[in-house]
């Protein structure tokens, strides 16, 4: 319908225009003297309409002429920026191939376009770093580094490849630029995390553990790990002085003071510094929040000296754990133990023959044959003591 409408105002306007010049009987005249010229209005319409158009593809001509170099700078430019994208597919392409040679020859050509060079620049950083070339990663990463729109981008990079490499300095010298510019989002924290512990900076650790867990970014099971691993560490430092270990324990959350493996590294800890009343209060408080074999037995490695009312509240405490727990065989140990401690050789001999006939488990069985040894022996009945002691034997070697 457009195409016959057209045709319509086309034969319509020609019409018009053949109508017109039969009856426009105007003239044109050009006088110069002498000479004098003499046209009809119609052909100096025309002539005129000629005239424009030549005049016009003239200047057309020598615009077109005049904008040749930059028409074929920009023809240059979008031919390089083509081939640039190009590159940089095939770089992407590579990488996600495992051809890593390959994306960084494709990452080096499309870094020839600037548009493409910073984030080329970080695919051949992490194609050299897959190839095993750390100096050819750094100088990628470097000029990486002129895009400052690709900072957050060359950070976590930079901070993933050193933590690959096990290179912690520079890895936390990313994580410091990082937090600096404000950037807290998971994936950047679980680099950090991962980041401090290979440097074994515990404190940190145990931060970045609580950070992710309050935004559910890490598994249970990896978060008590890493919680043992960094309480194990801080707890068992050789180093660590009376003070400096109490402070070590001020530190920690009362939620994590009564886990097990935190209360028996710590016990362990302090009774190793000679602050057993310490030792035996933070074993009793765990227990009070839930009841653990392993407990027990750290209650029982952090007796009270003989004869001291330390030593006689302990025994009073563990008898009423019996009461509701008579069945017990860990509790039955540390009780026969702490009873043999205070030379009250009946109740001792009880409960540990009452752990004996409670558990199969080695190290318990192993424990209380040694401590009937130990009783026997101190009763100087040497033939109960000897095959307690070659029970105990037969114990460890099973």
Partial sequence: MRIFLSLVILFAA???????????LGNVVFFYPPYRIDLSLNFFIVLMAVLFAVLFAIFNAIRSTQQMPQRVAAYRREKREREGNRALREALKALFEGRFGHAEKAAARAAE????????ALIAARAAHRIGQPDRRDVWLAKAQDDQSLKTARLMTAMELSIDGYESEPALEAIKELNSSGTRHIHALRLALKANQRAKNWPEVLRLVRLLDKRNALHPALSRRLRELAYEALLSNNAHDTESLRNVWADIPGE??????????AA????ARGLQDEARSIVEKALAAGWDERLVRAYGNSAAAEGSPALLAQIELCEEWAQTRPNDPELALTLGTLCLRQKLWGKAQRHLEQALSDTTEPETVRQAHLKLAQLHEALNQTDQAAAHYRQCALATIL
């Fill in 14 to 24: 020609a019409i018009g225009l053949a109508v017109g010049a039969r009856f426009n």
């Fill in 113 to 120: 376009c600037a548009d493409n060079a910073g984030l080329s």
């Fill in 256 to 265: 994590d003071r009564v886990q097990p493996y935190v209360a028996i590294r």
């Fill in 268 to 271: 362990k800890a302090f009774s």
